[in-house]
């Protein structure tokens, strides 16, 4: 089962282009459509656990992504599904439609100074599979400057959107910073509301400085490409609540349709 957020997903390829506009001026990573991750978010055992929930330990599986802005972009919460490699099923819908290209992403297009055509992409990290509309580092350590380190940098860079986003969220909303005492129907309800109100704090200036002042997120330091840690690491320092995923079941979420 899985529940979704209703706020409404971009669904032209116009509304992706200026989502990856706001992405190469901000983070200046092009044809960037969203930063996609997911979190375990541990929660007591049900009163009648079956197969879905992990045996000794209880989560559902947050996935996300978001925009530039630190806005969500998309949410869903469903049930953790055993995998033979410990990982999870994603979200079939968001699956399928990248798969169908039914998400209505904008057609491929040459980057900047190139002739081939780039298709526009979702950055994740190793988690998630290679695919065409999905952008992951290169693997193992890489010079500094090299072209795989740079662009693993710069991934990383536009890639940390969606880790602030979910910090700030868990530092924020306390519920989220240990195993909820709900059952799972009701433990959904909650985080997609909390999704609902980071996106509703995000909107305003008056609200967006009072949820998440200067200094609440990640920075990088101009003079010389340091990050600058945001504030809301150390308020999340002890986070038992949230834990990322493993290699999720990607090819198995779209194998039912």
Request: net charge positive.
């Given at each position: 089962?899985?529940?979704?957020?209703?706020?409404?997903?971009?669904?032209?390829?116009?509304?992706?282009?200026?989502?990856?506009?706001?992405?190469?001026?901000?983070?200046?990573?092009?044809?960037?459509?969203?930063?996609?991750?997911?979190?375990?978010?541990?929660?007591?055992?049900?009163?009648?656990?079956?197969?879905?929930?992990?045996?000794?330990?209880?989560?559902?599986v947050?996935?996300?992504?978001?925009?530039?802005?630190?806005?969500?972009?998309?949410?869903?919460?469903?049930?953790?599904?055993?995998?033979?490699?410990?990982?999870?099923?994603?979200?079939?819908?968001?699956?399928?439609?990248?798969?169908?290209?039914?998400?209505?992403?904008?057609?491929?297009?040459?980057?900047?100074?190139q002739?081939?055509?780039?298709?526009?992409?979702?950055?994740?990290?190793?988690?998630?599979?290679?695919?065409?509309?999905?952008?992951?580092?290169?693997?193992?350590?890489?010079?500094?400057?090299?072209?795989k380190?740079?662009?693993?940098?710069?991934?990383?860079?536009?890639?940390?959107?969606?880790?602030?986003?979910?910090?700030?969220?868990?530092?924020?909303?306390?519920?989220?910073?240990?195993?909820?005492?709900?059952?799972?129907?009701?433990?959904?309800?909650?985080?997609?509301?909390?999704?609902?109100?980071?996106?509703?704090?995000?909107?305003?200036?008056?609200?967006?400085?009072?949820?998440?002042?200067?200094?609440?997120?990640?920075?990088?330091?101009?003079?010389?490409?340091?990050?600058?840690?945001?504030?809301?690491?150390?308020?999340?320092?002890?986070?038992?609540?949230?834990?990322?995923?493993?290699?999720?079941?990607?090819?198995?979420?779209?194998?039912?349709?």
């Amino acid at each position: 089962m899985f529940v979704y957020s209703t706020f409404k997903t971009p669904d032209s390829p116009h509304k992706w282009l200026q989502v990856a506009e706001e992405y190469e001026n901000l983070w200046n990573f092009p044809h960037c459509v969203g930063a996609l991750d997911g979190k375990h978010i541990k929660l007591q055992a049900p009163f009648k656990n079956g197969s879905e929930y992990c045996t000794g330990t209880f989560s559902i599986v947050l996935l996300a992504a978001v925009n530039a802005a630190h806005s969500f972009l998309f949410a869903s919460v469903g049930c953790q599904h055993r995998t033979p490699d410990g990982g999870v099923v994603v979200d079939q819908c968001l699956a399928k439609k990248l798969y169908d290209g039914t998400l209505n992403l904008p057609p491929p297009k040459a980057l900047s100074g190139q002739e081939n055509p780039a298709p526009y992409v979702f950055v994740c990290n190793d988690a998630f599979p290679l695919k065409e509309n999905m952008m992951k580092p290169y693997p193992g350590t890489h010079v500094k400057g090299s072209l795989k380190g740079t662009y693993n940098y710069r991934l990383s860079k536009a890639h940390s959107v969606v880790e602030n986003t979910f910090g700030i969220m868990a530092s924020v909303f306390h519920i989220l910073r240990k195993p909820l005492l709900l059952q799972p129907t009701k433990a959904r309800s909650v985080i997609l509301a909390c999704v609902h109100l980071h996106n509703f704090l995000r909107k305003s200036n008056s609200s967006k400085n009072l949820y998440s002042p200067q200094g609440t997120f990640d920075t990088e330091d101009i003079s010389n490409g340091d990050m600058i840690y945001g504030s809301w690491r150390e308020e999340t320092i002890n986070l038992r609540a949230f834990q990322s995923l493993n290699k999720t079941g990607w090819e198995s979420a779209v194998a039912g349709y």
